[in-house]
């Protein structure tokens, strides 16, 4: 495990304010928050309600964000004064195959007459519908995880991510690990790309009492001191990976119970997954507690003995600083950006090897817990939306500045 360095960086690079971004020219934004599941959101979802208030309160007289949302998603984001507008569309992502066409369809009608002059979306609609485009590469999993698609989703993210580049003024990823994927799979220029990390939020994610948290998570049937996983049950999240880990690792682990945490989204994995813990014969450790909001993952966090994260691809890894903000050790993955993520605040095994995850989930427990602690809560101050909420402007101020030059 490598340590931190004492310098504090703003998780952001990339371009840098342009000139246009005063009160000279109106600078109108359409966000496309249509493509989560209002029902079961994804960490991306999470993000954008944290961003999209900084944004808010950071935008230059003249600059308005217009938030493309379902019906079933417009609670999350407030309107707010002249700043701040609702778009209505009539599905997000718990209708895909609709939400889909209407992007495109809806779209090339809809923000010229609200006069948009830029959109920020993850796949340009067929027909351009402004003339600024910045694209948010949140993933590139058509290409790196395509088990985890529909053969459909993946044929249409395949198809669609070469020409939402080609036509992108900028291109936002939130990791060097993505980047380099985007540069492997796609034909960019890299001149259009801007690294914007995320970031994890303070107010929810801190620490707290272990033995109320552990008192508040007992009801589920976790009894005993406990290591933790969370993430939605896919596949390349190597969930099963770390079941194996823990049979190898259990005899010193002193009777501790693994808790897994998240939404069984693949259920034919998830089917494995049971199965295989009873094939283990390790039915007795395990606890699957399923999706929990925001704010009972926090009590997960604080009353966990460490948080492993084994998996083969993220493109930024946000459970591993939520853990790290609660000051809960983190075991992750020594590939991808999880490395990146970690910045030296956490052991990495090998995803592909249980017996490297079971050694460093063991050596986790041990006397270096009290260091992982320390370095994390360090690691994940280094992350706050204020400063990818500004990044991000600054992205979308020079997109439309080229534009009007």
Request: glycine share 6%; net charge neutral; aromatic share 6%.
């Amino acid at each position: 495990m490598s340590t931190p360095t004492g310098t504090t960086r703003l998780p952001v690079t990339g371009t840098a304010p342009c000139e246009g971004g005063n009160n000279r020219d109106r600078l109108r934004i359409a966000m496309n928050l249509l493509t989560d599941d209002p029902r079961q959101p994804s960490g991306a979802h999470w993000c954008w309600t944290r961003i999209v208030p900084e944004m808010a309160n950071r935008l230059l007289p003249g600059e308005e964000l217009h938030l493309m949302l379902s019906p079933s998603a417009r609670h999350y984001f407030p309107e707010s004064g002249d700043a701040v507008h609702h778009m209505t569309y009539p599905w997000s992502n718990e209708h895909r195959v609709l939400r889909t066409a209407s992007e495109h369809l809806f779209s090339p009608v809809r923000l010229p007459l609200r006069h948009i002059d830029l959109l920020s979306t993850a796949i340009a609609p067929v027909v351009n519908p402004t003339r600024s485009l910045v694209i948010h590469m949140k993933t590139m999993h058509a290409f790196t995880a395509p088990e985890s698609l529909s053969v459909g989703a993946r044929a249409y993210r395949r198809l669609n991510y070469q020409r939402s580049v080609r036509l992108a003024d900028a291109i936002i990823v939130n990791s060097n690990s993505l980047r380099a994927e985007v540069d492997q799979y796609l034909d960019v220029d890299p001149r259009k790309v801007s690294l914007i990390y995320e970031a994890v939020d303070h107010d929810i994610f801190k620490p707290g009492s272990r033995d109320a948290a552990r008192a508040h998570v007992a009801s589920l049937g976790i009894s005993r001191p406990f290591v933790l996983f969370v993430s939605s049950l896919w596949r390349y999240k190597n969930c099963d990976g770390l079941l194996r880990a823990w049979r190898l690792a259990r005899d010193e682990l002193s009777g501790r119970q693994l808790v897994i945490l998240g939404a069984e989204r693949d259920q034919k994995y998830a089917a494995e997954l049971h199965a295989l813990v009873d094939e283990l014969g390790i039915a007795e450790d395990v606890v699957f507690v399923g999706a929990v909001q925001n704010e009972d993952t926090v009590r997960f966090y604080q009353a966990a003995d460490l948080l492993v994260y084994p998996s083969f691809n993220e493109t930024f890894g946000l459970p591993i600083l939520e853990a790290m903000a609660c000051a809960c050790p983190v075991v992750t993955s020594d590939v991808s950006s999880m490395p990146e993520i970690a910045g030296g605040a956490a052991l990495l095994a090998d995803p592909h090897d249980p017996g490297s995850i079971a050694r460093a989930i063991v050596a986790a427990t041990g006397p270096v817990a009290s260091t992982l602690r320390t370095e994390g809560l360090r690691r994940a101050r280094q992350f706050n939306w204020g400063a990818i909420a500004e990044a991000t402007l600054d992205v979308y101020r020079s997109a439309a500045e080229r534009r009007r030059r």
